[in-house]
């Protein structure tokens, strides 16, 4: 088994790290704030292919694997999670989604725009009344010939003020349940799709978060992604690979508190020494490097068992769980560490441990996630779940 990254995944790595640090990091805590858009940031984003990182060349996209992707996230997420989470659902929701599952009509007329960052991309599937229970669409798309009629409201939108192009999950068939539940791609200039007011979050505040609404908005037949009844499935193979990037999200938050905590324990003294000499500040840091490195192998394990076409199902729901729970506790522990100094906003690790409660909730909660694996468990009959041998056929 190889550990080491190749000499164009460490290029991307750099890449990311030198633009996390030089064009995200002096302008993020006036963003966080304030609740600004970067909207100059995301333009840079698409400029340096990081919104479109999976998508084939021939579409305006890098063509690079899921682990130079992780490796993107992960540095980006160290300074800004507004911007990364911006990033990952435009990549591993949207594009992903459309390049996997979509028609080659769909794929020349959306793929180009999005992973340049021309347009930025939605995923549109939560409700009021449908959050983990994805199987409980209000939202209907009834069939009328030549088109379908969209009707319905969508919560917690990420991008949802900015975005071009919503890809949605709607019920077409109710008697069906969740077999007839459809995908489709919808441009937010259509008549009848309206955005809500900006939410307020605890974190990730510079992203925008809306909620949709859709009167009897006219879907052509041809923006439907796959067959008729295709899209929960759609929904659940997006959202599988769409937790490998929440799941590097959530270990850059906690890498970047990591790295702010080593820092500041060297620089920082007491008693006559650094607080890195100090036992209780030592071991803390001893905990969160191993913590975090175990993160760090289950998300970059899932990103490999995707890119080797095999099933990453249970490994991208472990690395989200494990990655987002390290987020949380070590972003705390690095408040602490800081002192009175994190709790404020000019050392960077409150807004982290804001930014992280985050991860374990959305694109599917710490318990959900402790459902699919346990299902896993119980249908492999097995206390570990054999994923290394696995295809796709089983995703």
């Known amino acids: 088994m190889r550990f080491e990254l190749t000499e164009e995944q460490l290029a991307v790595k750099e890449a990311a790290r030198e633009f996390a640090q030089k064009e995200l990091k002096p302008g993020v805590i006036e963003r966080d704030s304030k609740m600004i858009y970067p909207t100059d940031q995301v333009k840079m984003m698409g400029e340096l292919g990081f919104l479109g990182m999976m998508v084939a060349p021939e579409y305006g996209g890098g063509g690079m694997d899921s682990l130079s992707y992780v490796l993107a996230m992960e540095e980006i997420s160290k300074v800004d999670s507004s911007c990364s989470v911006i990033m990952s659902v435009n990549n591993s929701l949207v594009c992903w989604g459309i390049e996997t599952f979509g028609t080659e009509a769909q794929k020349s007329k959306y793929l180009p725009k999005l992973a340049t960052g021309e347009w930025i ?10 959050g983990s229970d994805a199987t409980s669409q209000r939202t209907t798309a009834i069939d009328m010939g030549d088109h379908y009629l969209l009707n319905g409201t969508k919560n917690w939108i990420t991008s949802g003020g900015t975005s071009k ?39 990730i505040r510079s992203s925008d978060t809306h909620t949709i609404m859709y009167s009897d908005v006219k879907v052509p037949k041809e923006n439907r992604i796959g067959e008729d009844g295709f899209g929960f499935k759609f929904a659940m193979k997006v959202l599988s690979g769409g937790r490998i990037g929440i799941a590097s999200q959530a270990l850059g938050i906690a890498a970047g508190a990591y790295e702010l905590s080593v820092a500041y324990s060297k ?23 191993t913590e975090i490195e175990a993160a760090r192998l289950l998300v970059y394990r899932s990103a490999w068992l995707k890119d080797m076409g095999m099933d990453y199902g249970t490994a991208s729901s472990m690395a989200k769980l494990f990655a987002s729970e390290v987020a949380m506790k070590h972003t705390v522990e690095a408040v602490q560490i800081h002192g009175g100094y994190g709790y404020v906003k000019e050392y960077h690790v409150e807004r982290l441990m804001r930014d992280a409660k985050i991860t374990q909730i959305y694109e599917g909660t710490s318990e959900i996630q402790r459902i699919v694996i346990s299902r896993d468990i119980v249908k492999n009959d097995n ?12 995703v």
């Open 121 to 130: 991309g939605s995923f549109c599937l939560s409700e009021p009344e449908a």
């Open 165 to 203: 192009v919503h890809v949605v999950i709607a019920q077409s068939s109710v008697e069906l349940g969740h077999k007839g539940i459809n995908a489709f791609i919808v441009e937010t200039d259509w008549d009848g799709v309206s955005i809500g007011a900006k939410e307020e979050k605890l974190g």
């Open 267 to 289: 620089e920082r003294e007491s008693f006559g020494k650094p607080i890195s000499k100090h036992q209780a500040i030592a071991f803390k840091l001893a905990d969160m490097a």
């Open 383 to 394: 206390l570990y779940v054999p994923i290394m041998t696995s295809t796709m056929e089983n």
